[in-house]
């Protein structure tokens, strides 16, 4: 499959800004990392910039009070 950004999506009720951090390898196998910040915005979502060809984790940096859907993206990378 061809790499992809990941996008964050905050729920419905009051969110607290968390950074979202998604760890995994670009398509030549290197390790890579991206922190993407919720922000205090109900029902938004936040695209990242690093295009992904596989994720190893996702790990949220506060506990929040609403749902938090991490998910792929239409955005996609590059196999040159």
């Keep these: 499959d061809t790499p992809r950004a990941v996008s964050v999506a905050v729920g419905a009720g009051t969110p607290t800004t968390s950074n979202v951090t998604v760890t995994g390898y670009d398509v030549y196998n290197q390790p890579m990392s991206e ?43 590059s196999l040159q």
Excluded: E, M, R, Y
């Design 35 to 77: 922190v993407i910040a919720t922000g205090t915005t109900q029902n938004t979502t936040v695209n990242g910039k690093k295009a992904f060809f596989q994720i190893s984790g996702i790990t949220n940096s506060a506990a929040t009070a609403v749902a938090i859907t991490v998910q792929t993206t239409d955005i996609l990378g």
